[in-house]
Nanobody
Framework: QVQLVESGGGLVQPGGSLRLSCAAS????????MDWYRQAPGKEREVVAR???????DYADSVKGRFTISTDNAKNTVYLQMNSLKPEDTAVYYC??????????????WGKGTLVTVSS
């Protein structure tokens, strides 16, 4: 059993910053990737940032230059540093991890999400 737990969401004014965290725990053999998604009301869930343990990263065009994804492989944790936040960044942010379990099953796990609200 694997669990992803996000934290760090909240209310911030435009131009402000937040850092989200997502920690994976449980019967983990290896983490192949940890990513961040977001979903705003009435919109489809979209990829925000992606990372691999080897250090490869990728970002949605809408957040390039403002968001930074990083990982602590020893802690099976992924972070999303969000700077220069805009109202359109308001969404529930979810982490997703591609994990090989100790039973050698490769599974995508989702966190329950953390709400980020950017408003004055």
């Amino acid at each position: 059993q694997v669990q992803l737990v996000e934290s760090g969401g909240g209310l911030v004014q435009p131009g402000g910053s937040l850092r989200l965290s997502c920690a994976a725990s449980g019967s983990i053999f290896r983490v192949n990737a940890m990513d961040w998604y977001r979903q705003a009301p009435g919109k489809e869930r979209e990829v925000v940032a992606r990372s691999t343990p080897g250090g490869n990263t990728d970002y949605a065009d809408s957040v390039k230059g403002r968001f930074t994804i990083s990982t602590d492989n020893a802690k099976n944790t992924v972070y999303l540093q969000m700077n220069s936040l805009k109202p359109e960044d308001t969404a529930v942010y979810y982490c997703n991890a591609l994990i090989v379990t100790t039973q050698y099953h490769t599974i995508n796990y989702w966190g329950k999400g953390t709400l980020v609200t950017v408003s004055s």
